[in-house]
């Protein structure tokens, strides 16, 4: 409702500065240009890479054989792939998937659960526990990587698919996120829940996480991306091929191929694509999720 | 037992049961009108001197008669313990007021975390990076810091300013590379995004929708994706790049291998991956720039425009101010993220081309040494000044940029 009104008034003023100065629709064709040849700049690199995975190798070092599309539309790069036996790409996808499902399972109870104490609750030491977790967001991963390793290697989980998921139990950024969500549920709400005879851990799970789903998913699914996508701590903590993730696989795959580009590519697009298939089906919750982790970040 | 990975169950048991026991107990403790915070402490003693001490036992006992349970029951162990001092605690003698058990049971694990898993790394990692420390080498009792891992106090900070010696000179290329990189990607970043935002925002909302969701699609792929597709782009002989610019009669660059190539004295090698990261990055930056500019009330801007602003005098007078906490935002969490890029260069130039490296950056440095030349205790004091660099930029960003007024 509110953001219909702002854009008839904004349709308004459009149209009086259009009847002022006469150059409305010129502008407009021109930001729609300048926005439409953006959209290309971002899409060219996926284009190039999709119609290079179904090039012969041949066509990708001729010059003289060089087109934009494929001239010989080809599956051979990903018959391939899938029938290398080096390469039992379903256990990579498993992998990742493993620790991306894991990690967002921990962290959406932590940070739902910890959100709300912060919230809604009162101990000894909550300004210094909570001045802490939001500290140690400063704090680049980089300073603890070190160390991570070496309690991984103390425990040795060091080439263990557990290694990733261990560790991390709490997520400061999702405490925090929860923590504002919390607020806006009211104390009354708990407080009747209290007098009807209901645990705490009751109300937690039957009242407050269903009031918060909406921007607990969009956490979640931020989370997922993250470890799906990571590369830097999976490439320290996995040495063996077959527990790898598939970031790491990718590099791996591909220095073992350098020649053969069409190849290369086509690894990359299997690798890329499962995640950008994600998005496009929730791109609503991922957006706002970037969203809230930079206002809020 | 040689099968049996004993230092992963330590951890396994240590964690289940420091968790388990600092959260139930307080629960009952609660029930029976004593202290929560007393009860979760000593369930958390309990719990992991049972749980490691039992678990172990019913390892070893178990391991050679049911190899296959084995594992899981001595998941158990801290049940040993932990179920008759639950049972045999009595209520106390007077009734006192409820405590909250909960708080206590979810408070308690989290602080245990937090000292195990995030200050004692922290302290670890600022220690080491006054230590020739290296994991293969026996070291003293504590965190294997001295004996074969020697104290060196403050030599590494002053090989870092000196630049002495090839480890010195490597890490100041690095730091330099890493500031060029970001005082890059910067600037343009914010010129390409700002102006972007703007323009989105003021076409029709179908179209805003579509445009988002495109101009978002590289923020989700994987970094290493991006660093291939990209790596094929610039490449020299089969690259896209090289192809178009053929076209106008330019001799193939190697864009990512020539350490001469250069565009105004910035190594080509780095323009490329500056190029590929902003790439990948804008759109994070414009989603947040769209969120801002929503949030702009448009009577602000119509007042404007009814007093005869063109739409570049709204812009650069009505909504580049208002955007002003915005930017200073994005422009922290632009240069903390660009000082930590890692995949991109590890990918597509591995620090290269050249012999000190003309795109080595400090996280690359930072793991080669931790990882490739095990010269831990010179890549955590790397990692020590590279967090008081970015902590200092930030604080500078937030002088320069702070607004005292509201809207």
């Known amino acids: 409702m509110n953001e219909m009104q702002l854009t008839t008034s904004a349709a308004r003023s459009e149209s009086a500065v259009q009847r002022r100065s006469g150059s409305g629709a010129s502008r407009s064709a021109i930001i729609y240009g300048l926005l439409i040849a953006g959209c290309i700049i971002t899409l060219i690199p996926f284009i190039w890479t999709i119609l290079a995975s179904f090039k012969t190798h041949a066509e990708i070092i001729d010059p003289a054989q060089r087109t934009f599309l494929p001239r010989n539309f080809t599956l051979q790069n990903y018959e391939t792939i899938f029938n290398d036996p080096s390469l039992p790409l379903a256990r990579f996808y498993a992998n990742s998937l493993f620790v991306a499902l894991s990690n967002v399972a921990i962290h959406t109870f932590t940070s739902s659960l910890f959100g709300y104490i912060f919230a809604k609750f009162e101990f000894r030491f909550k300004r210094v526990l909570f001045a802490y977790i939001l500290a140690t967001l400063m704090i680049p991963f980089q300073l603890t990587m070190i160390p991570s390793y070496l309690i991984l290697l103390e425990f040795n989980l060091t080439n263990n698919l557990l290694g990733l998921v261990a560790l991390s139990w709490f997520n400061a950024f999702g405490i925090f996120l929860m923590r504002q969500f919390m607020q806006s549920i009211p104390d009354e709400l708990l407080d009747a829940a209290r007098v009807d005879g209901a645990s705490e851990w009751t109300i937690y799970w039957r009242i407050v996480l269903p009031q918060v789903l909406p921007a607990l998913a969009t956490f979640g699914v931020l989370v997922f991306i993250s470890n799906w996508n990571a590369y830097l701590w999976p490439l320290i903590v996995l040495q063996d091929v077959e527990v790898r993730t598939l970031p790491i696989i990718l590099t791996w795959y591909n220095d073992r191929h350098t020649s053969d580009l069409g190849l290369q590519m086509a690894a990359s697009i299997l690798i890329v694509m499962p995640i950008l298939v994600v998005y496009l089906f929730l791109q609503r919750w991922v957006v706002r999720g970037f969203t809230l982790s930079g206002i809020k970040g | ?407």
């Open chain 2, 1 to 407: 037992m040689e099968n049996i990975d004993l230092q992963a169950f330590t951890l396994y048991w240590l964690v289940i049961w420091a968790v388990l026991g600092s959260a139930i107990t307080p629960l009952i403790f609660d029930h029976r009108h004593r202290s929560p915070w007393q009860g979760a402490l000593l369930g958390l003693v309990i719990g992991v001197i049972s749980g490691q001490l039992f678990g172990r036992l019913i390892l070893t006992l178990l391991l050679p008669v049911l190899p296959a349970a084995a594992t899981w029951l001595s998941m158990l162990g801290g049940l040993v313990l932990l179920l008759p001092f639950w049972w045999l605690i009595k209520p106390a003698s007077q009734i006192s007021p409820r405590h909250n058990g909960f708080v206590a049971g979810t408070i308690t694990p989290l602080t245990f975390y937090l000292l195990l898993l995030s200050v004692l790394p922290l302290a670890w990692a600022i220690l080491l990076a006054f230590f020739d420390y290296s994991p293969r080498r026996v070291g003293g009792p504590v965190l294997g810091l001295g004996g074969e891992n020697p104290f060196v106090g403050l030599q590494y900070f002053q090989t870092m300013i000196t630049g002495e010696g090839r480890d010195g000179l490597i890490f100041q290329n690095s730091l330099r590379n890493t500031l060029v990189f970001t005082a890059l990607v910067l600037p343009l970043n914010m010129l390409i995004t700002i102006p972007l935002a703007a323009m989105i925002e003021s076409v029709h909302r179908f179209f805003k929708a579509i445009f988002r969701t495109i101009y978002f699609l590289p923020v989700v792929t994987s970094s290493v994706g991006v660093a291939v597709m990209w790596g094929y782009i610039y490449n020299t002989q089969y690259g896209l790049l090289n192809d178009v610019l053929g076209n106008f009669g330019i001799t193939p660059i190697g864009w990512l291998q020539d350490p001469r190539a250069n565009i105004l004295g910035i190594p080509a090698a780095l323009l490329a991956v500056v190029v590929a990261y902003l790439w990948q990055d804008f759109g994070y930056n414009l989603v947040i720039f769209i969120a801002a500019l929503q949030n702009i009330p448009d009577s602000l801007k119509e007042a404007a425009r009814v007093d005869g602003a063109s739409p570049v005098q709204v812009f650069r007078y009505i909504t580049l101010p208002l955007l002003r906490p915005t930017i200073m935002v994005t422009s922290i969490l632009t240069v903390i993220s660009s000082f930590q890029v890692f995949d991109l260069i590890q990918v597509m130039t591995q620090g290269g081309p050249g012999r000190i490296g003309l795109t080595r950056v400090l996280v690359l440095d930072i793991y080669e040494n931790a990882f490739r030349f095990e010269k831990m205790g010179w890549a955590a004091s790397i990692s020590l000044a590279m967090f008081l660099v970015v902590a200092l930029l930030t604080v500078v960003q937030t002088r320069v940029l702070r607004t005292r007024w509201e809207y």
